[in-house]
């Protein structure tokens, strides 16, 4: 039957699989140290009447320290040592993974519009002011989902919206410009 403690047990499998494979968490006294004072003394007891409750477990050090200084853009330590003005403090590297992906995807779907559907610019730059990247609640769930300050991610999406627009008009639109003069 499934009860919280399912819960607990589920987690504590979770754990293991992160022991054993990629470390989210400091090692100090070795990730099998870890395992064995929360997997097997806490999380992994048979006897779900003996097993933690989900409460107990979130009180555990481990998870204390795990615990985020910020998050949503809240300060909860009473000051940051990061900056929004200095991208070089903030660890960007999923997000600037992300946005040349999103950028190609868009400028293909965008060259379909122009051949396919005769999209003109002004077209064009009323559909990109209609996509995710340009919409702040759907940037606000991306910054929060990846753990990086919602500033910033509007920073490098704009700046990227922007480089997009004039690539869109470079490649499917200056041809008319010149076809013009």
């Avoid at 097993?51 to 998050?71: A, Y």
């Avoid at 008009?169 to 013009?180: A, G, Q």
Wanted: hydrophobic share 35%; aromatic share 12%; net charge negative.
């Amino acid at each position: 039957a499934y009860s919280y403690k399912s819960d607990v047990w589920s987690f504590g499998l979770s754990i293991m699989t992160c022991a054993l494979g990629h470390y989210p968490y400091t090692s100090k006294g070795g990730y099998w140290e870890l395992l064995h004072s929360i997997r097997n003394e806490h999380c992994l007891i048979k006897d779900q009447n003996e097993r933690w409750s989900v409460k107990e477990l979130l009180e555990h050090d481990f998870l204390r320290e795990c615990r985020r200084d910020t998050s949503f853009g809240h300060d909860h330590s009473g000051g940051s040592s990061k900056t929004l003005d200095d991208d070089s403090e903030v660890d960007s590297f999923e997000v600037d993974v992300i946005i040349p992906k999103v950028m190609d995807y868009y400028l293909k779907t965008a060259k379909d519009l122009v051949l396919e559907h005769d999209y003109n610019y002004d077209d064009i730059v009323a559909w990109l002011k209609l996509l995710p990247p340009m919409q702040h609640s759907k940037l606000n769930r991306f910054a929060d989902q990846i753990g990086m300050p919602r500033p910033v991610v509007y920073k490098k999406f704009e700046h990227a919206m922007n480089i997009l627009a004039g690539t869109i008009k470079d490649v499917c639109f200056d041809d008319d410009d010149e076809e013009k003069s």
